[in-house]
């Protein structure tokens, strides 16, 4: 049996249209939550709860073969922030610190952390809250 050109390229072209509305269903159907854990460089924010409440926001460092004076600021874009404490850490260890939001942000909002090792910036992580 013999399939004719006209045949395959409506295969290809049903099986690209297929494959490009699964995957615009996929990104667009996971929304960011409260919970996740997000990185960019040498730095990560991982939250643990629901929707858009943020309890306990965790900033996480790594020191890479530097070591140095660790810091961090986790805020948001509607004017919510904090630092988290200042530690002086040794080579290849994860600096961890912790900040408090305890409150609901509006959907939509980005919730963004970044650390410092010797007071230069090493990773600025983000993410937009979705309910």
Known sequence: M????KAIKRIGVTLAATAAATGATVVAG????AAGEWCNNWVCIETYDTGTY???????????SLGGTVTGRVWTTNGWSARTKTETVGKFTTY????????????????????WLDGRSVGLPCVTIRA
């Open 54 to 64: 943020l309890g306990r926001v965790e900033l996480n460092v790594w020191s890479s």
């Open 2 to 5: 013999r399939i004719g050109k």
């Open 30 to 33: 996971v929304p960011a939550q």
């Open 96 to 115: 961890r610190g912790y900040v408090y939001p305890q409150r609901h942000f509006p959907s939509g909002t980005r919730l963004c952390g970044e650390g």
